[in-house]
């Protein structure tokens, strides 16, 4: 059976599947978190879509919520080895992967050190409704040892100033991965790497967000990147909205439109974070796309994720997952990929978690299917 064939049958589905799921009454970054009444990122994080520095209350709460075992002071920053300034809340980050991929030619792995960075975040004036954030680190070219012509060995990921009028509304400038579908904390998945919201791949955007307790949505103007010109330098707009069916369900919509030397992006889709008990959960994102190029020629495609999980005991979890990269629906292309298998990831210690996942990945670029696998560690001072 031909591989289109097979991939074909899976996408239509999916579209079922995702359409029975947001038709009925239900619908970090960790947006698991829901399981726990989490519905808004600010609770615990400074940026307004998640991910980055933790304010004092995501400290404790990863004591509390996420670990398996763990004391106050391991919460705290830098171990409580020195007292922070109340308006200022601070971050190490470290992360490894290990990776192994198997096919019919090739057997390989690598180890990367991915990042390697120190993050601030200040509170302004007398009501602090200014907050500055300033994310730095190492190039992942220094940490891994390798030549980096025409780039600086330090870089400045993130940095973003905003502003709080209430405490329901913000306003945010600067170089941030702008807000579109579920901020997953692994950012070579298809919604994120796929679609242009990876790591390395911020830009400088202008930002109005809304976290209500029934609704939260965010307006985002994408400058591109001007440091960038010949590459990352997509401009555009988007837009999210996201309803709290209570507090532990949570659905969502996208879309985006961007254009970069002549060519438009489109994007939009649903998104549905689920918590069904405090153990048990499903997050899951489907994204259409559509490309014209200068000359009218269309391209259109879909990418989607989707994780059910449970947590065996507090910090330790089982997953599957299952997601696809289809930049294209024309039969012959090789760069369709469909990738489903388990995973664990697992919180000893407060800040400090370890994933391993194995996938099955079906594409036109092997000549069998391809198992690859990988091996994560990521700490946070």
């Not at 299952?322 to 369709?336: G, V």
């Amino acid at each position: 059976m031909e591989l289109h064939f097979n991939l074909e049958k899976l996408m239509r589905f999916k579209f079922l599947f995702l359409a029975l799921l947001f038709h009925g009454t239900f619908a970090y970054s960790f947006p698991e978190m829901i399981r726990h009444s989490y519905a808004n990122c600010t609770s615990c994080h400074v940026s307004p879509n998640g991910g980055g520095v933790l304010n004092e209350y995501g400290r404790q709460s990863s004591q509390a919520a996420l670990s398996t075992w763990g004391t106050e002071d391991e919460a705290k920053p830098f171990y409580n080895l020195f007292q922070q300034p109340y308006l200022v809340d601070t971050a190490a980050f470290a992360r490894v992967v290990q990776t192994a991929k198997n096919n019919t030619k090739v057997s390989s792995g690598y180890f990367w050190w991915m990042q390697g960075e120190l993050e601030a975040a200040v509170k302004l004036g007398k009501d602090s409704k200014w907050t500055l954030d300033l994310d730095v680190g190492l190039n992942p070219g220094v940490l891994n040892s390798l030549e980096i012509p025409g780039d600086s060995p330090v870089l400045a990921r993130r940095f973003f100033a905003i502003y709080r009028p209430t405490e329901e509304t913000s306003v945010r400038v600067g170089k941030f991965i702008a807000d579109y579908g579920v901020y997953f904390a692994e950012h070579t998945i298809s919604t994120r790497q796929g679609l242009g919201f990876d790591q390395g791949e911020e830009t400088y955007n202008l930002e109005y967000g809304y976290q209500g307790e029934n609704y939260s949505g965010s307006v985002t103007l994408n400058l591109g990147r001007p440091d960038h010109p010949n590459e990352l330098n997509e401009k555009g707009g988007m837009a999210t909205v996201a309803m709290y069916l209570s507090d532990q369900y949570k659905i969502g919509w996208s879309a985006y439109y961007g254009t970069q030397n002549g060519i438009s992006r489109e994007l939009t889709g649903p998104y549905a974070l689920l918590g069904f008990t405090t153990k048990f959960y499903l997050m899951a994102e489907l994204d259409l796309q559509l490309k014209q190029n200068s000359t009218g020629v269309n391209s259109q495609g879909f990418y989607s994720y989707e994780r059910l999980g449970y947590e065996l005991i507090q910090g330790l979890h089982l997953y599957v997952m299952e997601q696809s990269q289809i930049p294209t629906f024309a039969s012959s292309a090789s760069s369709r990929m469909y990738g489903f298998g388990p995973g664990l990831y697992w919180f000893p210690r407060p800040h400090f978690y370890i994933q391993l996942e194995v996938q099955e990945q079906i594409s036109k670029e092997f000549p069998s299917n391809q198992t690859s696998g990988f091996l994560t560690g990521n700490i946070y001072l």
